[in-house]
C-alpha cells in the first residue's frame, strides 16, 4: 500500500533504539517513512556516561545529538514534543491526547507504534502510551491508525498472552546496534553486555526479537 | 566535573549566601531499580527551582564523599553522598554523587539564576 507512514512515539531519546530499531529499519527497508514523535529530551536521566562525561544541566545537549545520530542510522525524521523527562504523568492527559491527536492527523499516520500503559515499566512510558491511546480514540473510526504497543514488564506476556506481531529483527541487527550505540551517554553498560555476552544470551536474543500488541478499541 | 576541591566548592557555597538563589536538588536510584530487582525499591525525589536565601553553608568531608547543609531561616537544604563539582560557565555550583557505573545517585546545585525548567528553553 502506498501513503504509508509510520509514527513512533515514546517519551525519551534512546527508547526508539532499544525498543523497535529493528522494525524501524524494516519499514525503512520497504520504503515507509518513520518519524519519531520523541516526548522529552531524558533531562532527567541517571546515566551521565561512564565514565561520566555529562552533568545534570548539560545532559539534554549530549542526547538531542544521540537522539540526532541515531535518526542518521535509522534514516528517519525527529519531532521533539517538548515535555519534560518523568513530568508525563502529572501532565493533564486530554491535553497530552489533544496534542497527540493533532501531530497525528498532521502526519496522516497509518501506524502508531508507542508503549504498552500499565506495562512499560518507566512512568513516562506509561503515561504517554495511555495518551496515544486516547488520541486514537478521540479520532473518527474509520480514520484511526492502527496502534501497536511495546510492553517492558517482566511478567507481561503471562497477563497479555502472544503478541499480535513478532519480528526477527537479525537482518537488521547491525542497524539496530548503530542506533543503540549512538546513544553514548546512555548505553554503555548495555555495549558491555552486548561485546562481552555469548550473541545467543537471553538479553541480546531478546534485543532480536521486537514484538507488539495491537490496539483494539471497541468504538 | 571532577573530584571534589573542599575549599573551592566552601568558597561558592559562601559566595552564594545571604542572597535569593535557586536550588536544584535530587536523588535518584532510578526508575528501573525494581525492574531489574524485584526486591529493590524505586525511590527518588526531586526539586528544581527551589528559591532560597541561606544564612550560611558548609561543606564536610566523609573520606570519599561530602555531605553538604544550608542553613535558612526556618529550615534546611541537605544533600549526602556528594563526591563531583563544576562550577559551570554560568557560575552555578554544580555537585553529584555517582555510582560505579556512573549513574547520578545525588545531585545539589545552587543557581542566582532559575535552572532550565522548559523544553524550549533549551533551544
Ligand atoms: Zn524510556
Redesign the interface.
Same mark, same amino acid.
Given at each position: 500500500m502506498n501513503n504509508k507512514h509510520i509514527l513512533v512515539i515514546f517519551p525519551h531519546p534512546d527508547d526508539e533504539s532499544f525498543g523497535t530499531s529493528g522494525t524501524i529499519s524494516k519499514f525503512r527497508a520497504e520504503g515507509v517513512p518513520v518519524t519519531y514523535l520523541c516526548g522529552?529530551?531524558g533531562e532527567?536521566g541517571?546515566?551521565?556516561?561512564?565514565?561520566?562525561f555529562a552533568?545534570?544541566?548539560?545532559l539534554?545537549?549530549y542526547r538531542?545529538k544521540e537522539l540526532a545520530e541515531a535518526a542518521k542510522e535509522l534514516d528517519i525524521d525527529v519531532e521533539?514534543l517538548?515535555?519534560?523527562d518523568?513530568t508525563l504523568e502529572f501532565e493533564p492527559l486530554d491535553e497530552l491526547a489533544q496534542h497527540l491527536k493533532e501531530r497525528i492527523l498532521a502526519y496522516g499516520a497509518t501506524t502508531i507504534i508507542t508503549h504498552y500503559p500499565g506495562y512499560a515499566?518507566?512512568?513516562?512510558h506509561d503515561a504517554l502510551g495511555a495518551a496515544v491511546v486516547k488520541a486514537v480514540e478521540l479520532i473518527e473510526p474509520g480514520k484511526r491508525p492502527e496502534v501497536w504497543m511495546h510492553a517492558?514488564?517482566?511478567n507481561h506476556e503471562d497477563e497479555l498472552g502472544e503478541p499480535d506481531f513478532i519480528f526477527d529483527i537479525e537482518p537488521y541487527w547491525e542497524r539496530k546496534e548503530a542506533a543503540i550505540r549512538a546513544h553514548l551517554s546512555q548505553v554503555?553498560?548495555m555495549m558491555n553486555l552486548i561485546e562481552n555476552h555469548e550473541q545467543t544470551s537471553k538479553q541480546i536474543q531478546r534485543l532480536k526479537r521486537e514484538q507488539f500488541y495491537r490496539l483494539t478499541l471497541s468504538s | 566535573?571532577e573530584a571534589i576541591d573542599q575549599s573551592a566548592v566552601q568558597e561558592k557555597i559562601n559566595h552564594f549566601a545571604n542572597k535569593d538563589v535557586y536550588i536544584?536538588l535530587?536523588t535518584?536510584n532510578?526508575?528501573?531499580a525494581s525492574?531489574f530487582d524485584e526486591t529493590a525499591y524505586n525511590v527518588g525525589a526531586?526539586i528544581r527551582n527551589a528559591k532560597v536565601n541561606y544564612q550560611h553553608g558548609k561543606i564536610v568531608s566523609t573520606g570519599g564523599s561530602y555531605r553538604v547543609g544550608l542553613k535558612l531561616d526556618i529550615g534546611w537544604v541537605y544533600a549526602e553522598g556528594v563526591s563531583?563539582f &563544576?562550577i559551570?560557565e554560568k557560575d552555578?555550583l554544580?555537585l +553529584?554523587g555517582?555510582d560505579r557505573?556512573?549513574?547520578?545517585m545525588v545531585?545539589l &546545585?545552587i543557581s542566582e539564576e532559575p535552572?532550565?525548567?522548559? +523544553?524550549?528553553e533549551?533551544e
Open positions: 522529552t529530551l532527567m541517571r546515566n551521565m556516561g561512564n565514565p561520566v552533568n545534570r544541566e548539560t539534554y545537549t538531542k521533539l517538548g515535555y519534560r518523568k515499566v518507566h512512568p513516562d517492558i514488564t517482566n554503555d553498560g | 566535573m536544584h535530587e535518584t532510578g526508575a528501573y525492574h526531586f563531583d &563544576e559551570d552555578r554544580l +553529584a555517582h557505573e556512573g549513574r547520578l545531585a &546545585e535552572f532550565t525548567h522548559e +523544553a524550549e533549551h
